[in-house]
Every structure is written in structure tokens, then in C-alpha cells.
């Protein structure tokens, strides 16, 4: 079978050696970027793994300072009378939400002086509300 007499012109002016070489630099750039990215990253890995571990001795050398420090104590203690604990109306089906979000309150504070009054239920209805969170909420659960 005979090719068209275009494809033969087309063939018969092509330099196949300047082909090779656009492929064989093209190539050659390619991985060298490559490379040269894979160093940087490597780099910025190292880079940051090296600051993680001067910040973890740096808060190990304070919590060794604070430990070899005794506790500074008052000369004189006031001693106050503790405060009456609210008193429990009711059972609550709800004990292990109040727990949780004493705790995260707790954990918040760090203090330990506070006193949850009261923990109320939020009613939220899907139809009401803010137009905004309502947008927000469509447009962050809609299926892709």
C-alpha cells in the first residue's frame, strides 16, 4: 500500500535528529525539575523537623526549670468557706452532655472556679434561622 503523496512530503521533511533532540531535552528538563523539587521539599522537611525538635527541648528545659523550682507558697492562707454546690433538681437524661461540656469548660478556663447553672437546648429549626448559615450549610453537604 501506497501513502498519499502529503504524507510522504511531510516524512521526506521532518530532520529526524532535531526531533530527537527537542525529545531528549524535553525529557532532560523535566527530571531535572523533578530533582530539583524533590531537594526542596526534602529541605523544607528537614528544615521543619529541625525547628519541631529545638521547640520540644526548649518546653522540656521549662517543665525540667519548673519541676527543680519548689512551689512558691503564701506565708498566710485565707481560708475561705467552700461554696455551696447548686442543688440537683432533677434527674437528667442528658448527665453525659452536661459532663462533656463541663469538662471542655473546665479545660477552657483552667481555673476551676466556675459554676454551670444551667444547660439548655438550643431549638433549631431547619426552616428558620439565618438565610446565610442556611446557604452554607446547602452548599457545604450537596452531593459532587
Sequence with gaps: MEM???ANAVTAAIDWTEVATVVISGVGI???????????FYAFGALVSKSEKLARQ????????????????????????????????????????IAVIAAAVGAHEQSGNFTIKSVK???I?????NA???AAV???????
Excluded: H, M
Excluded at 33 to 40: E, K, N, S, T, Y
Excluded at 77 to 90: D, F, G, I, R, Y
Design 4 to 6: 498519499p503523496l502529503f
Design 58 to 97: 526548649r518546653k522540656e528545659k521549662k517543665a525540667q526549670k519548673a519541676k527543680a523550682q519548689p512551689p512558691a507558697v503564701p506565708l498566710a492562707v485565707k481560708e475561705e468557706a467552700p461554696e455551696s454546690a447548686p442543688a440537683v433538681q432533677k434527674a437528667d437524661p442528658d448527665g453525659e452532655l
Design 132 to 134: 446565610w448559615a442556611r
Design 30 to 40: 523535566v527530571l531535572s525539575v523533578l530533582i530539583v523539587l524533590i531537594l526542596v
Design 125 to 129: 429549626r431547619p426552616s428558620g434561622g
Design 121 to 123: 437546648k438550643k431549638n
Design 138 to 144: 446547602s452548599q457545604n453537604t450537596r452531593p459532587f
